[in-house]
């Protein structure tokens, strides 16, 4: 598969709710390692606005980058996990129409690191993170499952969260 695929706003808006409802869920991870940094959560509140209805601004483009300069500053572990997955959140606003697989991982980044976060948290338990890929498998709307699908499967190997990407989008495909 080569070439564009076809992208509403809407379409976009229901990739960023999925993407804001994982994240949000491990923002505490985040918040209780770096208080008083905010980025993650503004990115995830970004995403929210977007799929909310509100314009597609600089607000998520620059919220989805601090987020992930905040995962970079964090040391290795579950905050700098749910930082991504927040960034991936705010970032989801501008999904790429490019039939390319790599651009699976732009609509379930923030579930998958949102799992490898949860993972990371009881000392990297794979059990966490795949009872997590359940759970944001479940969250997601046929909407959701559309626009994944417009697109071809995720590469599977490589790190661990590119391990998830592929896990949720075979079971979403199934």
């Not at 994240?23 to 509140?45: C, I, M, Q, S």
């Not at 500053?73 to 996990?81: L, N, Q, S, T, V």
Request: contains cysteine; proline residues 5%; charged residues 20%.
């Amino acid at each position: 598969m080569s070439g564009e695929v076809e992208l509403s706003l809407q379409d976009l808006r229901v990739v960023a709710r999925h993407a804001a409802g994982c994240a949000r869920e491990v923002l505490a991870l985040f918040e209780a390692e770096r208080p008083g940094d905010g980025r993650p959560r503004a990115a995830v509140e970004a995403a929210d606005a977007f799929a909310d209805g509100a314009a597609r601004t600089v607000l998520q483009r620059t919220t989805a980058l601090a987020a992930h300069r905040a995962a970079a500053e964090a040391p290795p572990g579950a905050a700098r996990e749910a930082a991504r997955a927040a960034g991936s959140a705010a970032a989801a606003a501008y999904l790429h129409p490019l039939a390319r697989a790599t651009q699976v991982r732009h609509v379930l980044g923030a579930a998958a690191s949102a799992a490898r976060a949860a993972e990371l948290a009881v000392g990297g338990d794979e059990a966490v993170g795949a009872a997590w890929i359940e759970r944001a498998r479940q969250r997601a709307t046929p909407g959701l499952v559309a626009v994944l699908r417009r697109y071809p499967a995720a590469p599977t190997g490589g790190n661990r969260t590119s391990r998830l990407v592929a896990a949720l989008d075979a079971a979403l495909r199934a």
